[in-house]
């Protein structure tokens, strides 16, 4: 290109302004700090260990990419025909009724743990009762189909099963303990002054709220599934592309013996201390699937890790922030109550039946 045609290009303030924003959101994501963190420590502490775990990283994501894909897909379609609309309306009625399809329906639903909270205020508000809402909160951020894809593939289509079942159970035992608290005329009210919004919105501004299996025939929804498409596809991919990457150090320098001690199956106290150290180090439902593949391998047994991983579920600090901002604070302990005690009833169940369905 000569001098002239050079100068004739023109690059627009609002391009040079999408650019630089983009860098900023690359920056200020935690996904990538973090991951920049533990490259620069391996570089101080054992630089030979980097290639490795970038390789073993590799060829774990190829080895995921099908289901990776398949699960974007279901999310985008849920997202685009706007299947959503129909779980609000299910959760009328007998409250019993409501309860038992609020357990279902949310470990079912394509919602992550504060991504549910917009929903969760709409019913709240609209007059649907506290139990059912609390039943599919709790199982939601447990078991979705795009979360039971990826599980199946990365730890066992056993294990995907009897956390969904798990996700239903801890939804039934909040949901029906509600009901018993609101017969002696507590939990009046349960929603704060002001609610705020979820974690995650989308650019679609339709106000057309109809289910439409078929989003294709309609622009703006096939525009929102492109852009939700994308959307779940950095979240997810970044997501697991630190979990393997972590996977893999783990793997590396965690003794397996260690493992073994404190949540093997010597340890009568494995399943209670799975779960309480899940809530506060879980960040990722995503990312906890590699980590419990990896300690599974080492010696964790089978309740110790679906003690993890329902517990965090529930009540890591993302999610526990999404709910506290939303709810009085007599709910939100019932919610972290409810989230622990029912992870560790289901984990000791499932280790009894020897880690099978």
Same mark, same amino acid.
């Given at each position: ?20 924003? /983009? ?61 959503? &609309?129909?779980?609000?309306? !299910?959760? &009328? ?15 079912? %639903?394509? @919602? ?35 979360? @039971? ?17 798990? !996700? ?16 002696? /005329? ?18 679609? %501004? ?28 950095? @979240? ?48 990722? /439902? ?28 529930? %009540? ?8 506290? !901002? ?5 709910? @939100? ?25």
């Amino acid at each position: 290109m000569d001098k002239q045609s050079f100068s004739q290009v023109k690059i627009s303030p609002w391009q040079i302004g999408g650019a630089t924003s /983009g860098l900023v959101s690359i920056l200020k994501d935690p996904v990538f700090k973090i991951s920049l963190l533990i490259i620069a420590i391996l570089v101080i502490l054992d630089i030979h260990q980097i290639i490795p775990s970038l390789l073993s990283t590799l060829e774990s994501l190829w080895e995921m990419l099908p289901f990776f894909m398949l699960a974007i897909a279901f999310a985008a379609y849920a997202t685009a025909t706007n299947a959503s &609309t129909l779980i609000a309306r !299910a959760f &009328t009625g007998s409250p019993v009724r409501a309860t038992l399809l609020a357990a279902l329906v949310g470990a079912l %639903s394509p @919602f992550c743990s504060c991504g549910v909270i917009p929903l969760i205020a709409a019913m709240l508000g609209a007059g649907v009762p506290l139990a059912p809402v609390m039943a599919f909160w709790i199982a939601s951020p447990i078991m979705d189909p795009e979360m @039971f894809i990826l599980t199946a593939a990365g730890i066992g289509i056993n294990f995907a099963i009897a956390k969904t079942l798990a !996700a239903v159970t801890m939804g039934l035992i909040a949901g029906f303990a509600v009901l018993l608290v609101q017969r002696f /005329g507590f939990l009046d009210k349960p929603l704060q002054p002001q609610i705020g919004k979820g974690c995650a919105s989308t650019p679609d %501004s339709r106000t057309d709220e109809t289910v439409r299996w078929r989003f294709w025939q309609d622009p703006a929804r096939t525009q929102a599934f492109i852009h939700e498409s994308y959307s779940i596809g950095i @979240f997810l991919g970044k997501w697991l592309t630190l979990a393997f990457f972590l996977e893999s150090l783990m793997l590396a320098y965690v003794s397996s013996d260690w493992i073994v001690d404190y949540v093997g199956a010597d340890n009568i106290f494995a399943i209670p201390l799975a779960a309480i150290v899940g809530a506060p180090s879980y960040l990722n /439902g995503y990312a906890a699937i590699p980590l419990i593949s990896g300690l599974l391998e080492m010696g964790m047994t089978p309740g110790a890790a679906m003690a993890f991983i329902t517990a965090g579920a529930v %009540s890591s600090i993302p999610a526990a922030i999404a709910v506290f !901002a939303l709810v009085k604070k007599s709910v @939100f302990a019932l919610y972290l109550s409810f989230g622990l005690i029912g992870s560790i009833l289901t984990a000791w169940v499932y280790q009894v039946s020897g880690g099978l369905i």
